[in-house]
């Protein structure tokens, strides 16, 4: 009996040597591991929708008669389509401008237009192809327009830019405008 005791004392003071020294052990988590997802697909703003606005510049006329430069201001609208980053659709811009070159002064000016580019981040890069038309001296005559440009959000709404456009109207004094100018635009979406 005596060993019996002997052995069972013995092995209680063994489980309690190992709960104690149990106790004592420091466990740790292991360290955060980081997470990985799919690769996200490159978003560019939204440039889709109607919008409208003015633009403010300067020009210049060529003729047979000679040359003129003077300001051009006015207002223009647009409807863009977005497909990924490649952006495109129609515009108008009506202008007053200022020249008066070998005796005609010119009233006002008119596009009608393509506009397509690519958007990359907030700025949109576009070049343009259309008709022009120019009123002058009671008279009008138009032809092909072309240009390029940048526009830049600046917030949901509001888009800045600038532009050059070329615009040969032909004609008997055979006609070209350059212009060079600001916009700033109001996006309805």
């Known amino acids: ?25 420091t466990y740790y988590d292991p360290a955060p591991q980081p997470q990985y997802s799919a690769q996200t697909q490159y978003q ?17 006329i060529r003729t047979n008669g000679g ?5 051009v201001a006015g207002g223009h609208a647009g409807y863009l389509i977005q497909r990924g980053q490649f952006v495109a659709g129609p515009e108008v811009d009506v202008n007053w401008a200022g020249w008066d070159v070998g005796g005609m002064e010119v009233d006002a000016t008119a596009r009608a237009r393509v506009r397509a580019g690519v958007a990359i981040d ?30 830049m959000q600046l917030s949901d709404h509001i888009v800045g830019g600038a ?7 032909g004609g008997g004094a055979d006609v070209k405008t350059h212009e060079v100018r600001g916009r700033l635009s109001y996006k309805f979406n």
Request: net charge negative.
């Open 67 to 71: 040359n003129d430069t003077a300001m």
């Open 1 to 25: 009996m005596k060993i019996n005791v002997f052995l069972t004392t013995a092995a209680a003071l063994a489980s309690l040597s190992a709960v104690a020294n149990a106790a004592d052990t």
């Open 44 to 60: 560019s703003p939204n440039w889709q929708g109607a919008y409208a606005g003015v633009q403010l510049g300067g020009g210049q």
């Open 122 to 151: 907030n700025l949109l890069v576009t070049g343009s192809v259309g008709y022009g038309h120019m009123w002058a001296d009671g008279e009008s005559d138009g032809g092909l327009s072309v240009g390029a440009g940048a526009d």
């Open 163 to 169: 532009e050059y456009l070329h615009t040969n109207i």
